[in-house]
């Protein structure tokens, strides 16, 4: 900023080359309290807990800076007076005064100590009868577990929802033989071959972005992918992450990436990733910038020591170009995959899929195949859909069940306009004006094979 001081324009410099250094990210939050700038000093006490999560100078400078008062001592308890004090001597009347005490007799009874006289213990009350006694009325006073901090569920991984290996793989895409190869060679052939793999020195670590039309599959592409290496699967949405807490959102991600390393082999799938790690130039506010420089992080396997080995990432979003560029540079999701719809055998196998239950009759798939050309997989179980209301409408009119046709299913294409046009609209102009290094020469290809330019 041009009013800026020359010591917070230096202090600005030296926390940005060096992020992680949290005594000088405080001494640099320190004096834009003291200037009045409580925004920006909340903000960087925010940065060094994500740091130190148990700073305690962080977590108080962030409470100066939101102006909350501090919690005011607890008074030490009154003790009440047991007794009015001793009237003067010289006011005391003569015969209050005890009388001397004489010699004692060592065979008498004793008298008891001045002081308290302690009260007689009574009986012992058996806590753990009553318990079993009331145990079918109430739950147990403790939980056997141990509780996640700030959560009701057990702490560790049961926190995010890691599923096995699954038994779908890449022989249930139907079609999509491009995708196919290009998953091979980026993780399943590095993986059945560990001795090519240590030879030419590839990493187990990688990450891949799947992007194209909605509807495409790019989901069921990431299971197949977590099916084939025999890894377990992690899906990662925005709601996952996000919390109303300040440095909650980046934690979340942190945690999620640690799940996946102790879960190893394990595929982490970001789901809508233009949600999580969109351009940072256009986002304002800090908590979605942290989210996305705390991915950043944990995609390189800086924060964990042991680095990304055996965690496969895997993305998927429908606008690339609102991804922040420093998430798809080499090492990060260096490699990207385009989903398109799916082609005349991807189809046939899907509509074959959609109508295995449905009461069909002689139904012509050949004739679907060639009038749902641009049709997503969600266009095509819609299509099935569509058909299969048009038949229980009539059977309902004619008080007769019929078979669904080949009749009603082209009725229905032609009633269905392809989802992916307004997508293929949009692409063309970045395909065509803001191909910078080649992001888009696969999405170009295609649309020139096509004849959409």
Known sequence: MADESPLIRSLRAAVAAAPGDVPLRLHFAELLLAEGRNDEAVAEAAAALQHAPGDADA???????????????????????????????????EA?????????????????????????????FDWAAAEEQVSDLVGPRFLEEPQAEGGDGPAGDAAWDVDAPGAVRLDDVGGMTDV??????????????????????????GGLLLYGPPG???????????????????TVSLSDVLDMWIGASE?????IFETARRQAPCVVFLDELDALGGKRSRTHNNGLRNVVNQLLTELDGIASGAGNEGVFVLAATNVPWDVDLA????????????????????????????LRERPIEAVDLGKLVKVTEDFSGADLAHLCETAAEAALLDSARTGT????????????????????????AAARNVAMFANEGGLYDDLLAYLKRKRKL
């Open 59 to 93: 977590r108080a400078l962030m409470v100066r800076a939101m102006g909350i008062p501090p919690a005011a001592p607890t008074p030490p308890p009154v003790r009440p007076e047991t007794a009015q004090p001793p009237a003067p001597a010289s006011v005391r009347p």
């Open 96 to 124: 209050a005064q005890p009388p001397a005490p004489g010699p004692r007799d060592p065979s008498g009874p004793q008298e008891p100590p001045p002081g308290p006289v302690p009260a007689e213990p009574g009986p012992s």
């Open 251 to 255: 934690k979340n991600i942190h945690d």
């Open 180 to 205: 196919k190869d290009r998953l091979e060679a980026a993780f399943l052939a590095p993986m059945r071959n560990p001795e090519l793999r240590r030879l030419y020195g590839k990493s187990l670590r």
């Open 216 to 234: 495409c599959g790019k989901t069921f592409i990431a299971r197949a992918v977590a099916g084939e290496l025999g890894a377990n699967f992690l």
């Open 401 to 424: 069940v019929r078979l669904i046709t080949t009749k009603d299913l082209l009725g229905a294409a032609k009633q269905i306009r392809p989802s992916t046009e307004p997508w293929f």
């Open 327 to 354: 998430l798809r540079r080499p090492g990060r999701l260096d490699r990207t995959l385009l989903v398109l719809p799916p082609d005349a055998p991807a189809r046939e196998a899907i509509l074959r899929y959609h």
